[in-house]
């Protein structure tokens, strides 16, 4: 095997990629980092400013209510969704009867477009005739003002998110039918219980894909913003749901401030870039990679 | 043992069916709402049976107000859709396929310094590209036009070529080293050994191009500019007008036909799909 | 396997070149050699839509080298700026007269001074509150497209059975009759005598309408002047009196702008501030409603305040760098010419903003206040979206803060004090931009 023919032949494979990867992320990357310390409005010309951006950025105070929105919804919904999922996950994959329809059922709500899916939300959490208070009322609960409460705000996004859980459950579905049945029974043998056998060998073996849905969904958490976008116009009540993306979303394109925004976006890259780091650190102790 | 398994049977369809219940509840809700007639929609205490099926409601949705300009043009958007998801899925097949061929098949010089930057820009938010590359279709003179939504699709995307390179490598390296044996190049060796074994893979590549193009909200609201150009995510908004004037009936009638399309598809082939996804493994 | 293949890759191929060629040919419409297309972007649907586009057809139809393409555009001010960036502008841009500012810092827009002297659109001509929103820094910057002022509408028959016959002449009495009118039974709110957050529209003018200033139109902002003050403490009244809790939910319970479940609509409001275009609504939506409208109350102690109202104008601009600029100012003269004006403008069920109405004109309007509507912009009291290119910032700080005094997790003192904090080093910020630009720019 010719070496050299190979080397150029996998440059040439991969050239779509590098080009794709300078053309549409480096030379992004780098333009951003430079606009962040710029005054720049697509209308007029970048002007150098320094560090002005992030100085200000920094005693911004609807940046940090921001930036804790984000950071609690994120929190909150991520766990709640991976426990959502593995368990759905779980559940769908023993062997009972209409597999099919379950697996539709729970996939179906990941299908419906944003703009509609937050039409029907905004709807059903009605605090005064939506569905879900209603039913709360049946059981004797007496439903919050889930859109018009500050507090309920960010529980109702939750909720709302949780309900789009179908595709990690999935990507968690199709790992658990790669579990060898094998290594199952064997500890079958061994008089494992069912908690057992998930605890010490189903959820080990899963345990790479449950750390890549985990970064996946550390990143995605925190860039929520169409469904708030949609529901919660300029993060009503309150700045109750003003999440990151949001502001830097206005601030790039209703108030014309392009290199604040490119400043908060490099900043939020940091971020997403430390949390990772972190959950990548503190998960691999648990992850398995004996597998297949 | 046995009546052990049998309740345990009986639990798991119990605890499936009520989570079912709270899935499908919002969904049939939506139908339901999708043939009422719009007095109903919004009454207290809530409609459950329409007093009528108007089942024409799915026929109002798409040709709302077609006889007159500036309505809702259904079909128009939905030609524009599709349109655009068959270039996209076409690119990120195509693109993703032979650049993850690069990645697991073939060595060269940096390709795991390349590969792990690949992995590295999974962590890259979209705002931050936000700005600068709508200032390069800018400078393109691109902005209006669906390229900026499509081309890039053909250059490659992390999240695809990690998902390809993977299932790439579970494909025994015997199979190629004999046809290279054979003086097979390495295009020959791709198209006609590779991509034939893959199909669950690059259908699993497809299905998650088409899914993100065809719900895409930000792309569309940034880049297109005249309403006969937008795509069905952001036309659905027309149902819901500026001041407030929601035709909730359609708009849920007219959801309900966007996402029919892609849950037959799903319905059908989900075992091929999480096959797919299975063998690919991420990990 | 390979005859698939063979079938289905020709196939895909052929889908995706014509994808291709579709998507391009929707992006670039193919134009008309034989007349000059000129492209109007509007934000406007609906029954709005219809009247201008009316309009339109008469104009293509008129004359034979010029053809306007009408088109609606959903989020038209943020697709126009874009479009202005890209460099591939639309020759005429339906926009709202408070974004004015921006769109003339950011250099978007023309100056059409020269334009309105030449086709003798001058300032005598118009109605003199829809002409000074066009107004910045000295220049027109914009021609009148359908001009709105904001009145108290309320419900007569509420009123009546609460024992009024006369809408509120001050806030005093508005407080009052609301007190009266505003019922809770059983712990939950069945009538509501008026509601700031219904429909919520104008959060910025509330100050103003106790005679505060948003800013000096210098260098400072005011918002914490006693004006100012003094309507962010009557705003916060409304928890203290009615409760927080019991107001959203009340609220809530409303359906959509455009239904019958609207809640002035459903006669579950008594007052509520609304434009002209109300009492169409009420007409499509609650025909038997009986109403009327006055200008919105005035505090006691500032009769000199009476009959103010908001200018709330759509209007058209011209964008820099458009390719058909001299067909886009004979389309534009066009417009203000007064039968097509009055054919928009009774389309639209609003007021002219030209000085001039033909007998038919007021003949032919359904809207039984449409004097007072007119009235009012003749008012000196009449004021408009303070003219800083930082307003949709200050907008959403000013939400914010009304939103926190509501919840009561600020005091008005406080919230005022917060939102002045905020918004000066903006202001000062974007003035010295502004300096800075104008001294590059000579």
Known sequence: MNKRKESIAGLLFASPWLFGISAFLFYPLLMSLYLSFCDYSVLRPAVWIGTDNYRELFHDEVFWITVKNTLLYAVVSLPMSMILGIGLAMLLNSKVKGLTVYRTIFFIPSLVPVVSLAMLWLWLLNGEHGIINLGLGKIGINGPNWLSNPAWSKPALILMSLWGVGNAMLIYLASLQDVPVSLLEASELDGASSWQKTRNVTLPMISPVIQFNMVMGIIGSLQVFTEAFVMFPGGVPARSTYFYSMYLYDNAFNYSRMGYASAMGWILFIVIMILTGIALKLSNRHVHYGGV | ?283 | MIQIGKVFVPILAAMTVGAYLGTEARSHPAEDRKRTHIAVWVGWSGFEYDAFQAVVNDYNKQQNTIFVDLLSISGNSLKTLISASAGLPPEISLLSASEIPQFADAGAIEILDEICKENGLTEDKYVPGYWDVMQYQGHSYALPATPATIALHYNTDILKSAGYTKAPETIEEMTEMENKITTIKEGKMVMAGFLPTEPGWWTWAWGPFFGGKLWDGKSKITFNDPENLRAMEWYGSYSKRFGHQQLTAYKSGFGVFASPENGFLAGRVAMEVQGVWMSNFIKTYSPTLKWDAVPFPYPKDRPDLKGHTIVDQDIFVLLKGCKHRSEAIKFLAYCESQPAMEKLCLGQKKCSPLRNKTDEFWAKQENPRIRLFDEMAYSKNAFANPKIAIMPQYQAEISNALDEVALRTLTPKEAVDKVTARMQPKLENYLRVLEARRKAGK
């Open chain 2, 1 to 283: 043992m046995k009546s052990k398994k049998k309740w345990l049977t009986i639990l798991t369809h119990g605890v499936l069916i009520s989570f079912s219940c709270l899935f499908i509840f919002p969904f049939l809700w939506l139908l339901d709402t999708a043939i009422k007639p719009i007095g109903e929609t919004m009454k207290e205490p809530p409609v459950w049976i329409p007093s009528k099926f108007e089942f024409h409601n799915f026929w109002d949705a798409i040709t709302y107000g077609s006889d007159k300009v500036g309505y809702i043009p259904f079909f128009v958007y939905a030609q524009n859709s599709l349109m655009l998801c068959t270039l996209v899925v076409v690119g990120r097949v195509i693109s993703n396929s032979v650049v993850a061929y690069a990645f697991a098949r073939l060595r060269w010089w940096g390709r795991d310094f390349v590969f792990a930057l690949t992995l590295a820009t999974m962590m890259v938010p979209f705002p931050v590209l936000m700005v600068p590359t709508f200032t390069i279709f800018r400078h393109l003179d691109w902005i209006g036009t669906y390229r900026p939504l499509w081309v890039p699709a053909w250059f490659g995307s992390a999240f695809s070529i990690f998902l390809l390179r993977q299932f790439f490598r579970t494909i025994p390296f015997e199979l190629s080293e004999a046809a290279r044996i054979d003086g097979a190049g390495e295009w020959l060796i791709f198209k006609s050994i590779i991509l034939p074994l893959c199909k669950p893979a690059l259908s699993v590549v497809a299905l998650f191009a088409f899914m993100g193009t065809w719900n895409d909200f930000l792309g569309p609201l940034i880049y297109l500019l005249r309403q006969d150009t937008f795509t069905l995510a952001i036309g659905l908004e027309f149902y819901h007008s500026k001041a407030g004037g929601t035709q909730w009936n359609l708009l849920m009638a007219a959801t309900a036909i966007v996402i029919m399309p892609v849950m037959i598809v799903f319905f059908f082939c989900q075992k091929q799909f999480i096959k797919g996804i299975a063998i690919t493994g991420i990990k």
